[in-house]
């Protein structure tokens, strides 16, 4: 009598087994989807920042072709594009970003640095213009400060300017873009000054130590000043001054330090010693 009823039990005990298999199986798919969303996601974020620039361009180009609803690809396929500096496409793909219901006004500017990056100024002058002026964010005043100074438009660029560099922690980058704007009008002072303030903030930004090189050289000042540099930062800042001085005529000073240049290189500086050559040469003649 006990084998019907222990055949029953080991019956149900399989069912139970089974059914707990059944559900543990499932939880576990539910597990890995759930893996395979945030291995997406980092995925994405690996190819934005830390691949090769046209290895991430055929990832988000294989991805978007599979989803071609999701505007998440469609903006790192545009954001890779830049990064490969192919920027005729990625004016294209930031243009079916903005063109997606879900699109923002940040998509709307970055279509705006798409095209200051292609030399496309009016475009994306058209584009920022059609932004709402509430919207207030570091890159919108950047790239408004640009189209600013490639209109000549000095008031409406300084005012630019000067926004977004009170709207980030890093303002080292916008206030060496500012100075140049200086430099390119000839108020080499306040040039001087603006690239002075970039390199406190970030003393890595070499444009903005060859930049304030250049408008003290406007200003016949030869003396490098005093500012973090390595040494072969140091003998490229001399050459810097060196062919300025000799573009107004201070040749003698010129010479001098394209050979200062030459001597303080760690390594052989041909750009500097071709141009002492030449100039040697010239003298000669």
Not at 11 to 18: D, E, F, H, Q, R
Not at 34 to 39: A, E, F, P, Y
Not at 163 to 188: C, D, H, I, M, Q
Request: hydrophobic share 40%; aromatic share 8%; with cysteine.
């Amino acid at each position: 009598m006990r084998h019907p009823i222990l055949f029953s039990l080991c019956a149900a005990g399989a069912v139970l087994v089974s059914g707990c298999e059944k559900d543990s199986g499932d939880d576990v798919d539910r597990a890995f989807q759930g893996v395979n969303v945030v291995d997406e996601t980092n995925l994405n974020d690996v190819m934005l920042t830390a691949a090769d620039p046209n290895e991430a361009v055929t990832y988000f180009q294989r991805t978007t072709q599979e989803q071609p609803d999701r505007i998440d690809l469609r903006r790192g396929l545009a954001k890779s594009l830049i990064r490969a500096k192919r920027h005729t496409e990625a004016i294209t793909a930031w243009k079916k970003v903005t063109k997606h219901e879900k699109a923002t006004d940040e998509d709307r500017v970055n279509l705006a640095d798409a095209l200051i990056r292609n030399n496309d100024w009016d475009e994306a002058e058209k584009v920022l213009d059609a932004i709402p002026p509430t919207f207030e964010t570091f890159k919108r005043y950047r790239l408004e400060a640009m189209v600013a100074d490639s209109n000549k438009d000095w008031k409406s660029a300084d005012s630019f300017y000067e926004t977004a560099a009170g709207l980030t922690t890093r303002p080292a980058g916008v206030l060496n873009n500012w100075g140049y704007s200086k430099l390119s009008r000839g108020e080499f002072a306040e040039a001087e000054r603006l690239f002075s303030d970039a390199i406190r903030l970030d003393g890595t930004l070499f444009t903005a130590k060859n930049n304030l090189v250049l408008a003290r050289g406007a200003q016949r000042n030869y003396t490098l000043p005093v500012m973090p540099v390595t040494q072969t930062e140091r003998a490229q800042l001399l050459y810097t001054l060196g062919l300025s001085a000799i573009k107004q005529d201070d040749v003698t000073t010129g010479r001098g330090l394209l050979q200062e240049a030459v001597d303080t290189h760690p390594q052989h500086f041909e750009e500097a010693a071709r141009s002492l050559r030449a100039l040697e040469s010239n003298v000669v003649n």
